[in-house]
């Protein structure tokens, strides 16, 4: 398995913030490789393709290709870990992503559109609002290249919901990944923004970021 985040060089400033938490709160995590356009992050192995937003899956999906990893933990920039990730859930989703499946989302279920599957996680309905997200999820790796065949930009992917007929299930049980993702609730970075809910986890944890992109 490998954590590919996805992020751009117009979020540079983040790359501190993300590999703190991810030090301090999942010590021995798998390997973590960065998606940009042109930028290196300093703490992780970066692959960069100079596409543009209007065709990021094109980005994400030449990535996915360069690795070799089946399972493959998608997560966005902003994805500053909370607390100590539920290890052993981790490795419980890694034996559920088999046969049709394709991903198993680590959001807290929020909707009635899902249907018990297994202990501590459910299946969506097939047409289920949100059945393809692109929020932090365990993927099969070439079924998230065919979820990503058509270019365009990550907003899309998910409006687009091209399921491909694979199946997605998502955390029925307590957070597995705590990012402060809370009901839909914005977190960490809104258009462009800094969201207001990250100032004091930043002071909480000595982070120091510049905040001159503003706060939302």
Request: hydrophobic share 35%; charged share 30%; aromatic share 12%.
């Given at each position: 398995?490998?954590?590919?985040?996805?992020?751009?060089?117009?979020?540079?400033?983040?790359?501190?913030?993300?590999?703190?938490?991810?030090?301090?709160?999942?010590?021995?995590?798998?390997?973590?490789?960065?998606?940009?356009?042109?930028?290196?992050?300093?703490?992780?192995?970066?692959?960069?393709?100079?596409?543009?937003?209007?065709?990021?899956?094109?980005?994400?999906?030449?990535?996915?290709?360069?690795?070799?990893?089946?399972?493959?933990?998608?997560?966005?920039?902003?994805?500053?870990?909370?607390?100590?990730?539920?290890?052993?859930?981790?490795?419980?989703?890694?034996?559920?992503?088999?046969?049709?499946?394709?991903?198993?989302?680590?959001?807290?279920?929020?909707?009635?559109?899902?249907?018990?599957?297994?202990?501590?996680?459910?299946?969506?309905?097939?047409?289920?609002?949100?059945?393809?997200?692109?929020?932090?999820?365990?993927?099969?790796?070439?079924?998230?290249?065919?979820?990503?065949?058509?270019?365009?930009?990550?907003?899309?992917?998910?409006?687009?919901?091209?399921?491909?007929?694979?199946?997605?299930?998502?955390?029925?049980?307590?957070?597995?990944?705590?990012?402060?993702?809370?009901?839909?609730?914005?977190?960490g970075l809104h258009s462009e923004r800094w969201c207001r809910e990250i100032i004091p986890f930043f002071q909480q944890e000595g982070i120091e970021v510049d905040?001159?992109?503003?706060?939302?």
């Amino acid at each position: 398995m490998v954590i590919l985040v996805a992020s751009c060089d117009n979020h540079k400033d983040t790359f501190y913030p993300f590999h703190h938490c991810m030090e301090k709160y999942w010590h021995e995590h798998p390997r973590v490789i960065y998606s940009t356009e042109t930028i290196i992050n300093p703490y992780y192995t970066t692959i960069h393709i100079n596409y543009p937003l209007d065709i990021w899956s094109a980005r994400i999906r030449e990535t996915l290709e360069r690795i070799k990893d089946r399972e493959v933990l998608l997560v966005v920039d902003d994805v500053f870990i909370r607390r100590p990730v539920d290890v052993k859930r981790v490795q419980d989703a890694l034996l559920l992503l088999k046969d049709n499946v394709a991903c198993v989302n680590f959001e807290r279920v929020y909707d009635t559109q899902n249907d018990p599957y297994a202990d501590g996680f459910m299946i969506r309905r097939k047409g289920a609002k949100w059945e393809v997200s692109i929020q932090c999820g365990l993927w099969d790796r070439e079924k998230l290249i065919d979820v990503l065949s058509e270019d365009c930009n990550p907003w899309e992917v998910e409006e687009r919901q091209h399921s491909k007929g694979y199946d997605y299930l998502i955390n029925a049980g307590d957070y597995i990944i705590d990012y402060g993702y809370r009901n839909m609730r914005y977190f960490g970075l809104h258009s462009e923004r800094w969201c207001r809910e990250i100032i004091p986890f930043f002071q909480q944890e000595g982070i120091e970021v510049d905040m001159s992109r503003g706060v939302i």
